[in-house]
């Protein structure tokens, strides 16, 4: 059965061949540890770091030495919520995040170290800069916004709550997960304080690294300490940056991949755009000529991301339906956001999600179709 | 100039085709995210995550679902000394120890959480059992110990220390950085609560893959908190293990590349070690023959890792020679050792480290030897 990959918001599926190659050579030829010797082998994989974190920050508006590489995207979102952590205060954040922002949040709130408020989107699908500025307290400090989310492809306004954010002098923690790739961000003009980035989605990159980009104003507690190649004699983690938040060897291969990657995307990201559109407006016009079958993403944004329901069937047995008998893949449950399902009513049935990539093609979402008109 | 690679024990040099390969086809045809859906391309990346899951376990005598994948041995070790960090408890460790164990042990201490004895080794460069429970206090939970030091090859008798752990009800971690592919651990035998292990050294296998493989009686506090695929309705971490200590997208081809890695290491692991040996041994003798050589490791030990200096020339600029006269790569400086530098004197001067690979010869050594007579 020929498989029919529609799940390239957790992984995109496609992995261009530049971005293989890059990973192989730095595995035979690079194999030193960047950054711990002054020697030919550790300079070269050295370089090699560093022309990459030099390419994140470009891609981002950032200056190279806060870039910082974790192994993915949960990493950089747990360093920049746990480092920015403040005793006894408030965090305002939106039911559209991933559990990898809500889970070390809800974790602090149970230790009583903060307070929370969580945002539902109005009925446009949106938290607006507005609803976060009145939810805004005297002892405010963080607001963390999912740019788009993973469970209905919505948008958050970046640029209008980085204003806000700036207005009230407060931290501004982005989840770039599903948008770094797809959309073009620059933290500088956007008063972004925290990035958090995976390769593996919308860059094409392997998995196995993610970058957090920080701002200049920002300092924060590390998460992990050890070996740094730098300050060695000192029994505590060193404070410059990138090397406090970096402790331990770095995933050299997955580096010298994301650094072909993002070259890659810079020149394919506006096709990936346009062939993740054309694919989602044609699949929401065939999926609203089908019955009983509830859309829950917009249909104005139609980047790639389409969540829906197929009556009062289960999302997970929809899914393992399309995955035995079609080798369709899509995602069925909460997809890690628990609490926009709560939002959407959903927390049982969850969504059946379909996220595009560059490799789909219109003759798939037909067999979606076909296969999802035998059922409900 | 030909380049010759004598810093092994940093990372191998050498990465088997097989390993390469493995990592080429989980980027090819298996990036689906392993765990987080029940579709076809998930399951078979999560498939392989198992099997490689139950390699580590089988090669270090643990359960499978007590191996935790992290991004490096650094990871390992952190969430192993944090996550079971008692408040206002005593730890034992010793001088031999990274600063992946010191620091974050430090980092404690500061905050007043932690208590340290820190053990030097006796004549023979060994940390002894006997030593070690000298050290405990009423108040010891935890005994931090290198198996092999990174700095001198030193080796720790890690079996009596378990006992001794075992006979006191202490929590006994292992880093295994530089033991593991070289000898044969096994957690249960050895009374080993937390080995934490390193994959780009030993085992072969490329950068961004680490393990910390726990003992039944371990629950440890994670690091990080976010997605696992599975409890996603929770706002907090599930307990479950390997789930609660690996939140976020795991790097398939860097664990596809373990996989492999472990069953090259089982049919080569005889033929290194005696490569290591004659190798260690031929330099010994033909440093003994120079003059002013001072060799801090010992002569009975030949695990490939040897560590002088020349006369009282700074380690960082012999090791500045080597590379650029002689295209030699050795590590000079402190090695993120720091304590073991304290121990010998050596924490200005440095030591000039060699650490020898399956591929490094003979020649290599005299190449090395006759760089060496011209100094000094």
Redesign the interface.
């Not at 974790?70 to 990493?75: F, L, Q, V, Y």
């Not at 998460?223 to 190649?229: A, C, D, P, Q, R």
């Given at each position: 059965m020929k498989?029919i990959?529609f799940?390239n918001s957790?992984?995109?599926?496609?992995?261009p061949q530049c971005?293989?190659n890059a990973?192989?050579v730095?595995?035979?030829y690079l194999?030193?540890?960047p950054g711990?010797?002054?020697?030919?082998?550790?300079t070269r994989a050295a370089m090699l770091v560093e022309k990459t974190r030099s390419k994140v920050a470009s891609l981002v508006g950032a200056v190279s030495e806060r870039v910082i590489f974790?192994?993915?995207?949960?990493?950089a979102?747990?360093i920049a919520i746990l480092g920015s952590l403040k005793l006894h205060g408030h965090v305002i954040t939106t039911a559209y995040e991933?559990?990898?922002?809500?889970?070390?949040l809800?974790?602090m709130k149970?230790q009583g170290l903060i307070d929370i408020t969580v945002l539902r989107p109005n009925n446009f699908g949106v938290v607006t800069a507005d609803m976060i500025e009145r939810a805004v307290k005297p002892n405010t400090y963080l607001v963390a916004v999912n740019h788009i989310s993973n469970v209905t492809g919505a948008v958050m306004p970046i640029t209008e709550i980085g204003k806000i954010c700036k207005k009230h002098n407060l931290i501004f923690s982005v989840d770039g997960a599903q948008s770094i790739g797809y959309q073009q961000l620059d933290i500088k003009e956007q008063n972004i304080d925290m990035l958090s980035i995976?390769a593996?989605k919308g860059l094409h990159c392997?998995?196995?690294?993610g970058c957090l980009v920080l701002s200049d104003k920002m300092y924060i507690k590390p998460?992990?300490?050890?070996?740094?190649?730098t300050e060695?004699?000192?029994?505590?983690?060193p404070r410059e940056l990138p090397e406090a938040l970096e402790?331990?060897?770095?995933?050299?291969?997955?580096i010298a991949?994301l650094n072909a990657a993002i070259d890659w995307n810079k020149e394919n990201m506006f096709k990936i755009r346009t062939k993740l559109t054309s694919l989602s407006m044609y699949l929401i016009e065939r999926l609203n000529a089908l019955k009983k079958i509830k859309i829950y993403s917009s249909a104005d944004i139609l980047n790639g991301i389409i969540s829906f329901n197929a009556a009062d069937i289960s999302s997970?047995d929809v899914?393992?339906y399309?995955?035995k008998e079609y080798?369709?893949?899509?995602?069925?449950?909460?997809?890690?956001?628990?609490?926009v399902?709560k939002h959407f009513g959903t927390?049982k049935q969850g969504m059946v999600r379909v996220s595009f990539g560059l490799e789909n093609t219109m003759e798939e979402v037909d067999e979606l179709i076909k296969a999802l008109s035998k059922i409900g």
């Open positions: 498989i990959y799940d957790s992984t995109t599926g496609y992995k971005v293989i990973s192989v730095a595995m035979k194999s030193a540890n711990r010797a002054g020697h030919t082998m550790s974790t192994s993915n995207c949960t990493e979102l747990n991933h559990n990898s922002v809500l889970r070390p809800f974790e149970k995976a593996h392997c998995q196995g690294i998460l992990k300490y050890g070996g740094t190649g060695s004699y000192s029994l505590l983690q402790a331990g060897t770095l995933a050299t291969p997955a991949a997970q899914a393992n399309l995955s080798g369709i893949c899509v995602r069925g449950g909460l997809h890690c956001a628990p609490l399902h927390t």
